[in-house]
């Protein structure tokens, strides 16, 4: 069940490598990579930590199954009952190995109610050891079995070589033992279980990569000037009242991605990412939690607003609150709607998005919606839609799903899923399926997870757009032609989830945060919460009548299966004919009893005129 929110729901975002690529060739897969004249140019070249890197992978893929092999000892059910029976199976090297790691060092400041409550540097250091056993048409991820080739790892800071080495071995000796069992289990599986309906390999035969940067600075940040912005934007929550709980937090980061594998792949890549979040929660007097958030991003620090700007934010949001927790809770509704920007953009995310993902086309699990769809009209056709992680800004807002490299070192690429409204392809990792058998750049995971198809920069566009004083006329016009007294508009939304396994509905639920009910009457707008919107991808995308002509963005974090990555959407408003909402759980708390401290009957014995002076 994918999941999408917005960065500031997790307070800070979730780590997510990006391992990098550049292209080599493979000479053997049976003794350590040799080294052409270019790549030892590349060696001579290359940060420590990656010449550390290329020489473990290397030692461990000529050795691995292949000599001493006692020195694995059995560690799982599988091994130990074979040991027992007397049986012997033949040495069983991996024919694919790859070590990643992601070296990140960061600045984060912290506030609320206008003081600080954290402002720490980090320097962390985490990767993946994957290890494939049997061959590309079949191998130990198989099926149910795909995250057995991934092992998290720790590895230490700094340039000791041999400590390096020793954690790899360490986790290398664990990863090849634990592929080994499950390559077992699924050659076993496949002499018993019926013939599957996508029969493709396990995993596709790509052309290695070679890119070596140069490993990223530590970020530079004012930490006094950030300290004070980050305390004086949490402090102007003192005028709200009712907005409860609050928080400030800046972050700057730095992070190089190092990626080897035995096919030749030798990366080293630059990252860096500044970003404000700024939240804030309420409760209504009936017990609905209210939240609001923005967040701004750029490549640096430098690039994030100026002050003044985000002051402006700020109020906004203790202005919404307020109104929010006063408004009316909105009741189930089934007519036309205007989905904002934004909306729009996780709109599409979650209902479309997810289900063109690769992997979401094979398995007995899968609800397929897309997969017999290809070269089919599956939008109306003034809508077409691509995935490009090579871009990082949309205007002027940066993007968060960008990246060079995928995390199975392949290079990023522009992908145009539907053209005109006619379905073209689908996002792929290194999993094949029948339409498809090699990736196109978009096998993505978190640190410690399998890579799998997933969405970078989602960017829906149009042809048939109107301004947006124009689409709101259309709103009321197809309101009425309904004998609807009202229409809605979807201001802002929070976050989202999708249903993509056979085995339940497929269907889709999206939170706004901010509704308002449009009167065909010319009443003013009226403000509503505790609206759910729900449905099925088939039916909600081919009720998309027209757009604005102006698109918004959506940054955030998108959970499923290969763990938390981050990912952008961008899309213009748009008019549907039929939108079904329903109410969001109430909750049960009462807002609380005893006043905010400052309030004006919060109780507490003020100091007269003259000693206040």
């Given at each position: 069940?994918?999941?999408?929110?917005?960065?500031?729901?997790?307070?800070?975002?979730?780590?997510?490598?990006?391992?990098?690529?550049?292209?080599?060739?493979?000479?053997?897969?049976?003794?350590?990579?040799?080294?052409?004249?270019?790549?030892?140019?590349?060696?001579?070249?290359?940060?420590?930590?990656?010449?550390?890197?290329?020489?473990?992978?290397?030692?461990?893929?000529?050795?691995?199954?292949?000599?001493?092999?006692?020195?694995?000892?059995?560690?799982?059910?599988?091994?130990?009952?074979?040991?027992?029976?007397?049986?012997?199976?033949?040495?069983?090297?991996?024919?694919?190995?790859?070590?990643?790691?992601?070296?990140?060092?960061?600045?984060?400041?912290?506030?609320?109610?206008?003081?600080?409550?954290?402002?720490?540097?980090?320097?962390?250091?985490?990767?993946?050891?994957?290890?494939?056993?049997?061959?590309?048409?079949?191998d130990n991820t198989h099926g149910n079995h795909h995250s057995s080739a991934s092992n998290g790892?720790?590895?230490?800071?700094?340039?000791?070589?041999?400590?390096?080495?020793?954690?790899?071995?360490?986790?290398?000796?664990?990863?090849?033992?634990?592929?080994?069992?499950?390559?077992?289990?699924?050659?076993?599986?496949?002499?018993?279980?019926?013939?599957?309906?996508?029969?493709?390999?396990?995993?596709?035969?790509?052309?290695?990569?070679?890119?070596?940067?140069?490993?990223?600075?530590?970020?530079?940040?004012?930490?006094?000037?950030?300290?004070?912005?980050?305390?004086?934007?949490?402090?102007?929550?003192?005028?709200?009242?009712?907005?409860?709980?609050?928080?400030?937090?800046?972050?700057?980061?730095?992070?190089?991605?190092?990626?080897?594998?035995?096919?030749?792949?030798?990366?080293?890549?630059?990252?860096?990412?500044?970003?404000?979040?700024?939240?804030?929660?309420?409760?209504?007097?009936?017990?609905?939690?209210?939240?609001?958030?923005?967040?701004?991003?750029?490549?640096?620090?430098?690039?994030?607003?100026?002050?003044?700007?985000?002051?402006?934010?700020?109020?906004?949001?203790?202005?919404?609150?307020?109104?929010?927790?006063?408004?009316?809770?909105?009741?189930?509704?089934?007519?036309?709607?205007?989905?904002?920007?934004?909306?729009?953009?996780?709109?599409?995310?979650?209902?479309?998005?997810?289900?063109?993902?690769?992997?979401?086309?094979?398995?007995?699990?899968?609800?397929?919606?897309?997969?017999?769809?290809?070269?089919?009209?599956?939008?109306?056709?003034?809508?077409?839609?691509?995935?490009?992680?090579?871009?990082?800004?949309?205007?002027?807002?940066?993007?968060?799903?960008?990246?060079?490299?995928?995390?199975?070192?392949?290079?990023?690429?522009?992908?145009?899923?539907?053209?005109?409204?006619?379905?073209?392809?689908?996002?792929?990792?290194?999993?094949?399926?029948?339409?498809?058998?090699?990736?196109?750049?978009?096998?993505?995971?978190?640190?410690?997870?399998?890579?799998?198809?997933?969405?970078?920069?989602?960017?829906?566009?149009?042809?048939?757009?109107?301004?947006?004083?124009?689409?709101?006329?259309?709103?009321?016009?197809?309101?009425?032609?309904?004998?609807?007294?009202?229409?809605?508009?979807?201001?802002?939304?929070?976050?989202?989830?999708?249903?993509?396994?056979?085995?339940?509905?497929?269907?889709?639920?999206?939170?706004?945060?901010?509704?308002?009910?449009?009167?065909?009457?010319?009443?003013?707008?009226?403000?509503?919460?505790?609206?759910?919107?729900?449905?099925?991808?088939?039916?909600?995308?081919?009720?998309?009548?027209?757009?604005?002509?102006?698109?918004?963005?959506?940054?955030?974090?998108?959970?499923?299966?290969?763990?938390?990555?981050?990912?952008?959407?961008?899309?213009?408003?748009?008019?549907?004919?039929?939108?079904?909402?329903?109410?969001?759980?109430?909750?049960?708390?009462?807002?609380?009893?005893?006043?905010?401290?400052?309030?004006?009957?919060?109780?507490?014995?003020?100091?007269?005129?003259?000693?206040a002076k």
């Amino acid at each position: 069940m994918p999941e999408v929110f917005p960065i500031p729901s997790f307070f800070q975002r979730t780590h997510a490598k990006f391992s990098l690529c550049g292209l080599v060739l493979l000479l053997s897969f049976t003794t350590a990579l040799a080294t052409t004249p270019s790549q030892a140019q590349a060696q001579n070249q290359a940060p420590p930590l990656l010449t550390t890197l290329s020489d473990e992978l290397n030692r461990a893929f000529s050795q691995l199954g292949r000599t001493t092999p006692a020195a694995i000892q059995p560690t799982t059910p599988a091994q130990k009952d074979a040991g027992k029976s007397g049986e012997k199976s033949p040495p069983q090297p991996p024919y694919f190995i790859s070590y990643s790691i992601s070296d990140e060092s960061a600045v984060s400041i912290r506030a609320q109610y206008g003081a600080l409550t954290d402002a720490s540097d980090s320097h962390t250091r985490s990767g993946d050891i994957v290890v494939r056993i049997g061959d590309p048409a079949l191998d130990n991820t198989h099926g149910n079995h795909h995250s057995s080739a991934s092992n998290g790892i720790g590895i230490p800071l700094g340039n000791d070589s041999n400590a390096i080495a020793h954690s790899l071995w360490q986790v290398t000796n664990i990863a090849y033992a634990r592929a080994l069992d499950s390559y077992l289990r699924v050659k076993t599986e496949s002499q018993v279980r019926a013939k599957e309906e996508d029969t493709s390999a396990d995993f596709s035969k790509e052309q290695p990569q070679i890119s070596i940067g140069t490993p990223a600075a530590p970020p530079k940040v004012d930490r006094d000037a950030w300290e004070k912005r980050v305390r004086a934007l949490s402090a102007i929550f003192r005028e709200y009242p009712d907005v409860y709980q609050n928080m400030v937090m800046f972050t700057a980061q730095s992070e190089t991605d190092y990626f080897v594998s035995s096919e030749g792949s030798r990366i080293v890549e630059p990252h860096r990412a500044a970003r404000l979040v700024i939240y804030a929660v309420t409760r209504a007097e009936d017990g609905m939690d209210l939240f609001r958030d923005q967040t701004f991003e750029a490549e640096t620090a430098d690039g994030l607003p100026d002050q003044a700007t985000i002051e402006a934010t700020v109020r906004e949001l203790g202005k919404s609150l307020e109104a929010l927790r006063k408004a009316p809770v909105t009741e189930p509704f089934n007519g036309p709607a205007i989905l904002s920007g934004r909306a729009a953009a996780v709109f599409f995310h979650e209902v479309l998005g997810h289900r063109l993902e690769g992997q979401r086309q094979r398995g007995d699990e899968e609800g397929q919606t897309f997969t017999k769809e290809l070269n089919k009209p599956v939008l109306p056709s003034f809508l077409s839609v691509a995935d490009d992680p090579t871009i990082s800004t949309f205007g002027k807002t940066w993007l968060s799903g960008t990246y060079a490299y995928d995390d199975e070192g392949q290079k990023a690429r522009r992908v145009d899923l539907i053209e005109d409204g006619v379905l073209k392809t689908f996002l792929m990792s290194r999993l094949p399926i029948a339409s498809f058998s090699t990736s196109n750049g978009h096998g993505r995971s978190q640190t410690g997870k399998m890579p799998t198809g997933r969405q970078g920069n989602l960017i829906v566009s149009s042809t048939k757009t109107v301004s947006d004083q124009e689409l709101r006329k259309q709103l009321i016009a197809e309101a009425k032609r309904q004998g609807k007294p009202y229409g809605l508009y979807f201001e802002d939304i929070s976050s989202g989830f999708a249903v993509t396994q056979r085995s339940s509905p497929q269907a889709f639920q999206v939170i706004p945060l901010v509704v308002w009910r449009v009167y065909v009457d010319g009443r003013p707008d009226e403000l509503v919460r505790g609206v759910s919107i729900v449905g099925t991808p088939l039916a909600a995308m081919n009720r998309i009548q027209m757009t604005s002509d102006k698109s918004e963005v959506f940054n955030g974090e998108c959970g499923a299966e290969s763990g938390t990555v981050p990912v952008s959407a961008v899309a213009p408003a748009m008019l549907l004919s039929e939108m079904e909402t329903q109410r969001q759980p109430q909750g049960t708390a009462r807002p609380p009893i005893l006043p905010i401290p400052g309030a004006p009957d919060d109780g507490r014995s003020k100091p007269d005129v003259k000693e206040a002076k």
